[in-house]
């Protein structure tokens, strides 16, 4: 068997032509540009480039972008009043603070001071409070693992009923791909550095999100025939084929893996176009939200 591949390229694209959509929707209606805040601190050089790609999305589907940038000697009251006013003013509908902050800054203060109308990253205790809670509805969900499930939908999994492994806990991926996986009514099973017997348990899944951030971990005997594999690892690998010498490869060993599965997401091409057009999205929904209160 080979796999069909599931392009995220593509379905990312598709995600950002409906959020162009929405927001001429609303600018026809006479409502204010959607508008996001970035909140950038210190000299972390790929957290630049994160910062100016998502500003280039905004630009790119007509939203606004403010980038605020503290420097790395910036101290947690410098941060905490920005954040606040940033809350206070009604032109920024979504408010990003980009991670990892520099370690003198306490990162669960800022998230937790982000209102959670605004908190489009999906990062505030209460909206992951609420994705854990049954009959609960978190205002935002977070962009990565949003993107996961959209990935599968649109591929034309059905979650209902299925067995899932999720493979890595953390905070931004791994735990809540695990509760959407729950809320979609999926049996999940969630694995981690302790977890025994770690093929024995891929094995069992219908659909696998890999998410512990070692490159081709996932070999092609682990996986059930005929399963959804979404490789959301993203690690750079020596090739001395490359101009660069390196390049990235995900958590799945995709030439052993896509001869197995049904349907699998490459990298790059696959999750990582989803985080920024979810986040989009966010802003947009944020931007409705705050429009009829
Ligand atoms: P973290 O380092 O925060 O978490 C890794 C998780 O994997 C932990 O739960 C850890 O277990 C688990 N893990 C590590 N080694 C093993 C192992 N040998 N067996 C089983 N589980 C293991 O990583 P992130 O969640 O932030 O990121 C994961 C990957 O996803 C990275 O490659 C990252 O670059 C990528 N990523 C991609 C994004 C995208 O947009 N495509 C966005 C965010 C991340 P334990 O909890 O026990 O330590």
Redesign the pocket.
């Known amino acids: 068997m080979t796999a069909s591949i599931i392009d995220g390229k593509l379905i990312a694209e598709q995600v950002r032509g409906e959020v162009a959509e929405e927001v001429t929707k609303l600018i026809a209606a006479g409502m204010p540009r959607p508008g996001l805040a970035t909140v950038l601190v210190g000299d972390n050089p790929a957290s630049h480039v994160y910062v100016k790609s998502k500003r280039k999305s905004c630009e790119e589907l007509g939203i606004e972008s403010y980038g605020f940038e503290l420097p790395a000697t910036a101290t947690q009251e410098q941060l905490d009043s920005l954040l606040v006013k940033l809350n206070a003013d009604p032109k920024v509908n979504g408010i990003l603070v980009q991670l990892p902050l520099p370690g003198h800054l306490d990162e669960e203060r800022a998230l937790s001071l982000i209102s959670i109308d605004k908190d489009v990253d999906g990062f505030h205790p209460v909206n992951v409070g609420r994705l854990a809670m049954k009959r609960r509805d978190p205002i935002f969900v977070p962009?990565?693992p949003a993107?996961c499930i959209v990935l599968l939908q649109r591929s034309g999994c059905k979650l209902e009923g299925k067995r899932a492994v999720v493979?890595?806990?953390?905070?931004?991926?791994?735990?809540p791909a695990a509760l959407l996986l729950v809320r979609e009514n999926a049996t999940v099973t969630i694995?981690?550095?302790?977890?025994q017997n770690?093929p024995d348990v891929v094995r069992e899944a219908d659909i696998l999100i890999?998410?512990?951030?070692?490159a081709r971990?996932v070999k092609g005997s682990w996986v059930k025939p005929g399963a959804y594999v979404i490789d959301?690892?993203?690690?750079q690998i020596e090739d001395a084929t490359k101009k660069s010498g390196h390049r990235l490869v995900?958590?799945v060993d995709f030439d052993e893996v896509k001869e197995v599965a049904g349907a699998i997401t490459p990298?790059p091409g696959?999750?990582?176009p989803?985080?920024i057009a979810m986040l989009m999205r966010n802003v947009v929904r944020a931007a409705k939200a705050a429009s009829k209160k």
């Open positions: 962009c990565t993107g493979l890595g806990r953390s905070n931004i991926v791994g735990m694995c981690h550095s302790k977890t770690l890999a998410a512990i951030g070692r971990f959301v690892g993203i690690n995900g958590d990298v696959g999750v990582g989803m985080t």
